[in-house]
């Protein structure tokens, strides 16, 4: 792991440029022997999971799309929306991207409970720590971001089917962001298992449950998972895992597609 000072990642371009290159350089991935179509991140600005995102994005076998669907977890609150920013170009340090009007637009018109809104967005998490690392590893790209006021099992199968409609014939890679807040060595292995085998209906139970584990991002789990499925994804690789530990969050790397 790059020797970093902060704990949090930067928020001014020439720090972050080189936290987010640390990271990447230090990383030993390979990409992976499948078309990936769907990756799960840290959430978090912590810059311990830096070498998880990492992995994860160095792993990826292609990495030109042409729009990025980041699901993040409110961190404002419940809310009974899904919304997608209404900027038409998203800030990062590195450099504007821009907001791909098209998908925001089929994803409001495909479901009652997705609104273009603010709501939940711009809090140093979830897009903002991954545009970074799309931005170093991605060709160019549009984006449609995400957040889930509320992850109710109703929600995760409407935005997934949403988001798997959308992925159709669009060269797209989903991008949900989760951190994992505690766990039980059981519910960790259990957690990497049901995602290996593209296990919604267990994903749902163990998330929802919360005794085993609990994670900031189910919503993002859940849905990205139900999306791949629409895809007919038969192909996941592990990329990295870091347990929570002193109060610190774990996080997992995970991509998704078919063989």
Known sequence: MPEI?????ATQRDPLDAQVSGFLKASQAQPVDFFAHTIIVPNSALVTGGSIAADAYKSLPCTDFDTVISIAPSEVGTFRKITVCSLARYNSPLGDVAVDDRIRNELCDEDDDIYVS??????????DIQL????KVCSDFSVAPLV???ESVDFCKELGSA????MFNRNTLI???VDILSATPVGLARFEKYIIDLDVSRMMILLNQENEIVVRGKGG???AMIAANHR???AVHISGRKRPEDGSPGFIGALIGRS
């Open 5 to 9: 000072e902060a704990s949090k990642f």
């Open 221 to 223: 789990v859940l849905t």
């Open 118 to 127: 603010d709501m939940g967005h711009f809090d140093h998490r979830g897009i």
């Open 175 to 177: 991008v949900a962001c």
């Open 148 to 150: 889930m006021g509320m």
């Open 163 to 166: 988001v798997g409609e959308i």
């Open 132 to 135: 970074p690392f799309l931005q």
């Open 232 to 234: 007919r994804a038969n």
